[in-house]
């Protein structure tokens, strides 16, 4: 019921920047918790960005003050602000929500509904 659309991917320079939104259609949780992942190709997915209902936010090292998670305030619209972009961001990335009962946002088995994905590739 719960449908997350995702926009904002593609092909970015090195050093540059990429703004990657989710859309959320049906009846999200207040107090669901949203994240960002991205999956390299033939690696597992990663962890990027989370928010919980609280507002708290967490990021993974790699993208830790890079990277910014924010969101409507009813949350049927969040975003992934991405600067300065290198190599290893190359990926596919996924936007996720779920309620959670423990107050885990990382692990991706936390996040019941997901965006279909998006490229981006960073060039030198």
């Known amino acids: 019921q719960v449908r997350l659309v995702q926009s904002g991917g593609g092909p970015v320079q090195a050093g540059g920047s990429l703004r990657l939104s989710c859309q959320v259609s049906g009846n999200i949780d207040y107090r669901a918790n949203l994240g960002w992942f991205r999956q390299p190709r033939a690696k597992p997915r990663e962890a990027l960005a989370a928010?919980?209902?609280?507002?708290?936010?967490r990021y993974a090292d790699s993208v830790k003050g890079r990277f910014t998670i924010s969101a409507a305030r009813d949350k049927k619209d969040f975003y992934l602000q991405m600067t300065n972009l290198n190599f290893n961001d190359s990926a596919w990335y996924y936007c996720?929500?779920?309620?959670?009962?423990?107050?885990?946002?990382?692990?991706?088995?936390?996040?019941?509904?997901w965006g279909q994905g998006m490229e981006v590739t960073v060039s030198a």
């Open positions: 928010l919980d209902e609280d507002g708290n936010e």
């Open positions: 996720a929500a779920g309620v959670t009962l423990d107050g885990e946002d990382w692990p991706p088995s936390e996040y019941r509904y």
